[in-house]
C-alpha cells in the first residue's frame, strides 16, 4: 500500500513501483523453485521415498509397492506440482496487480478530494474481482496492461483446470472449439556455422562443428498447447521454466505502464528510484 506522510500541508503519498514489482518477482521465483523442486523429484529414478513417517500404523499404502504404482505416483504428483507451482504464479501476480490497482487510483484521485473519499471502495472492489477481470479493470481505468494479456489468461484457464479438475480438461475449461489453448512467449537457441546452416539446440546435440558455430538466440518466439476434451495438461520443465520468465517479463511491462500512466497524469517521479 501507498506510505502517507501528514507532517504538513499537503497530505504526501510515496509510490514505490521498484517495491511493487518485486511482489510479481519474487512470486515467480518461488513459483519456478518449487516446481523445479518438484518437478526434478518426480523424474529422479532414485528417488522412490513415498512414506510421511516410519510408524507403520501412519502409513497409508504398503511398505514396498511394485514399480508401476511408484511410477503412477510420481506422475501424479508432478501434476500435482504444477498446479500448485501455477497457483503460485498466478496468485501472487493477482497480488501484484492489486497493488498496482491501488497507486493508479491513488495517482488519478490525488486532485480530487471526493475521489479521494472514494480510494478504500474503489480498491476493495478490485481486490475481490477474479483474475481476468481485474486485468480487464487496469486497462479500462487507467490504460495500464501487459503486452500479451490474452496469453495471460489462458495460463490462468490452465491453474484453473489443474486446480479444481486434477488437470482432466472438460467443456467447461476448453477455449478454443473442444480443446483448452494456453500460449505464451519463449526463445529458442541456435547453433549457425560459417556456412549460414542453422541446428537447434536439440538438433547440436553430440554434433560436432569443424569449422565451429556462432550461437544464436531467438527471443519472443511464441509458443501454443493445444488440450483436447477429456486429455491431461501436462507441460515439460523447460515450458514451465518460460512461463515464469513470461509472467515475469509481463509484470515488468505492467509496472512500466503505470510509471507512464503516472507521468502522463503530473505526478513527480524520483527516475532513480524506479528502475525495473
Request: hydrophobic letters at 40%; glycine letters at 6%; aromatic letters at 10%.
Amino acid at each position: 500500500m501507498p506510505k502517507r506522510s501528514e507532517e504538513s500541508n499537503p497530505v504526501h503519498y510515496q509510490l514505490d513501483f521498484p517495491k511493487i514489482f518485486d511482489i510479481a518477482r519474487l512470486g515467480v521465483m518461488r513459483a519456478s523453485i518449487f516446481m523445479g523442486l518438484g518437478i526434478n523429484a518426480a523424474l529422479d529414478p532414485n528417488n522412490r521415498k513415498y512414506e510421511l513417517g516410519d510408524i507403520a500404523q501412519f502409513q497409508m499404502l504398503p511398505h514396498n509397492v511394485d514399480d508401476n504404482l511408484i511410477q503412477n505416483f510420481k506422475d501424479e504428483f508432478a501434476i500435482w506440482i504444477v498446479a500448485n507451482g501455477l497457483r503460485e504464479l498466478i496468485e501472487t501476480f493477482a497480488l501484484f496487480l492489486d497493488e498496482l490497482y491501488c497507486a493508479c487510483a491513488l495517482v488519478k484521485a490525488h486532485k480530487n478530494m471526493n475521489e479521494m473519499n472514494k480510494l478504500t471502495k474503489v480498491q476493495t472492489k478490485f481486490a475481490r474481482s477474479g483474475f481476468p477481470d481485474k486485468l480487464d479493470a487496469l486497462k479500462a481505468a487507467f490504460s495500464v496492461e501487459p503486452k500479451y494479456p490474452e496469453y495471460i489468461k489462458t495460463i490462468n484457464q490452465v491453474r484453473n483446470c489443474l486446480t479444481h479438475r486434477r488437470g482432466v480438461v472438460t467443456q467447461k475449461d476448453c477455449n478454443s472449439g473442444n480443446s483448452l489453448r494456453v500460449a505464451w512467449l519463449g526463445a529458442d537457441i541456435f547453433l549457425k556455422t560459417p556456412k549460414g546452416e542453422r541446428f537447434s539446440a536439440q538438433e547440436s546435440k553430440g554434433r560436432i562443428f569443424p569449422d565451429g558455430a556462432d550461437v544464436e538466440i531467438q527471443m519472443d518466439v511464441k509458443r501454443e498447447k493445444s488440450f483436447g476434451l477429456r486429455s491431461l495438461v501436462k507441460f515439460s520443465a523447460g515450458e514451465l521454466a518460460e512461463i515464469c520468465w513470461f509472467i515475469s517479463r509481463e509484470s515488468g511491462v505492467i509496472c512500466t505502464n503505470a510509471l507512464e500512466y503516472t507521468r502522463r497524469s503530473g505526478v513527480y517521479i524520483r527516475e532513480e528510484a524506479t528502475p525495473l
